[in-house]
């Protein structure tokens, strides 16, 4: 029988266990593809987060290396920095890169670390049980902001993509979802063209992808997926924030 799907060697046949209706799958899927059609995937390192994908090393058939939390960009910096042609990525929650590793990826942004970056924004902490996250939305419910996120006294959601557009060092930053297929179409040739960059040395690249948590969300995957939809993506839009190549064709 003719093969019409089959699942990309970019993943081991571990099974996941990311809850059901939760992103962090779709994704890595998409990055296994993307991987895998650009034959990167004997040369590939990936760098995982500490939260609910730091088992993405077991997901993940290239080389991966663990990194503690926050911490990916600064060890990406120093993987790619002895292994130059090696395509490099940190795969990282938004408590991991946004509230205690905003240093490390910052940095590694302006210094235009030759990296890939895939961004999971869920808008919550997911692993450690739903605090809230620096994407946590103006009232918002969360274990440590039982009656929503206060803006007067937490601030509002942080922007990644349009703080790392600003940055001299980024080449490429796109905010997506896997919310429906074109998007998904459109997440997977976002994640494409940040290693491709990468491949032509080009600089760092970010790729923001608006991410559901269901179980910490308290809702069903359907209804994760409309939340998504009606609440984050307003506040959360989807589109290129910086593309170099685009600035340097007008
Ligand atoms: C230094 C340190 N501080 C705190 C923690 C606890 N911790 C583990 S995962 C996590 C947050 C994960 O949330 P996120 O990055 O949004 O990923 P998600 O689980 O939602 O995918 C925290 C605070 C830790 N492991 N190490
Ligand atoms: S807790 Fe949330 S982020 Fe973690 S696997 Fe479950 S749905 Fe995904």
Redesign the pocket.
Known sequence: MAIVYQKSKGLTDKEMHYCPGCT?GIVHKLVAEVLEELNLLDDAIGVC?????VFAYDYFSCDMQEA??GRAPAVATGIKRVHPNSPVFTY?????LAA?GMAEIIHAANRGEKITTIF?N?A?????GGQM?PTTLIGQKATTAPLGRDKDLCGGPVHMCEMMSAIDGAVYVERVSVNNIPNLNKAKKAIKKAFELQMQNAGFAFIEVVST?PTNWGKTPVESMKWLEENMLPVFPLGVYKDVEEVASK
């Open positions: 962090h987060p500490v939260g609910c994908s503690s939390h990282q929650g938004d408590g991991d205690i999971i869920n919550i902490y997911g692993m450690t996250a948590c």
